[in-house]
């Protein structure tokens, strides 16, 4: 059952039911489109700046609420969350999420992007494959999880991904074969960035003690970068 979370501002139609998300809009009223996949924290204060910050450069931002409203600061329990949300069940609550956007006419893209993060990040990668020539960007971060792909022969989307040096939860090694894996299986543009930090450097509210300024606004300036240049 869902629970009310008061950053939930849209309803979108998903396998043959209701999903709940958060939706920024650009100043200018349109702009391409981008879905915005939560950590394993929830649909949180950070993943709506997320959406925000997105929204202030341009673009029209979806992050659904793939936890039904609940939100933990506990590392044990955004585990046990995780771990209770069946990975087809979040792919389909995704999909809907992608046809909202190219549906909605605040979207001038014919294709989206996806930007996700520790979770969110496979997730990021599994709705790639999934939906194929409808993502044209896939941008994860330091995405592990049930939601990381076994395989990328359905991708079709430029991915760019940021992924951190001394991650205790996805070893550098692994990022690095899942590179090359994407490459080879998809054929598709792929380039991972590799920071001297540890995993969700990106994430100011520092749950893990591990946010990194530095590399935090790097990988973010080339995020923005590459949604721009795939999406417009």
């Known amino acids: 059952m869902t629970e009310p979370n008061p950053r939930q501002n849209v309803t979108f139609a998903s396998n043959g039911g209701e999903a709940y998300g958060y ?13 915005v996949i939560q950590e394993w924290w929830g649909l949180t204060d950070h993943i709506v700046d997320i959406a925000d910050r997105l929204a202030a450069e341009g673009f029209v931002a979806l992050a659904p609420d793939l936890f039904g409203g609940r939100t933990t600061h506990d590392s044990g329990e955004a585990g046990e969350l995780m771990s209770q ?18 549906a909605s006419p605040a979207v001038t893209s014919s294709k989206l992007g996806a930007v996700g993060f520790c979770m969110g990040g496979g997730f990021v990668l599994q709705l790639a494959e999934q939906q194929g020539d409808r993502i044209a960007a896939a941008v994860p971060f330091y995405g592990v999880g049930q939601g990381v792909p076994e395989h990328y022969e359905g991708l079709t989307a430029a991915v760019q991904g940021h992924y951190a040096e001394n991650d205790g939860f996805y070893p550098v090694e692994q990022a690095r074969q899942q590179e090359q894996q994407i490459h080879a299986q998809s054929g598709a543009e792929v380039e991972f960035f590799y920071y001297p930090a540890g995993h969700a450097f990106h994430n100011p509210e520092d749950l893990l003690g591990t946010y990194d300024e530095e590399s ?3 990988a973010w300036s080339r995020t923005v970068a590459f949604l721009h240049a795939k999406l417009g």
């Open 23 to 35: 939706l920024a809009t650009p100043p200018a009223g349109s702009g391409a489109g981008v879905i």
């Open 85 to 102: 949300l069946p990975a087809e069940q979040a792919a389909k609550d995704l999909a809907g999420a992608v046809d909202y956007l190219l």
């Open 216 to 218: 935090a606004k790097l």
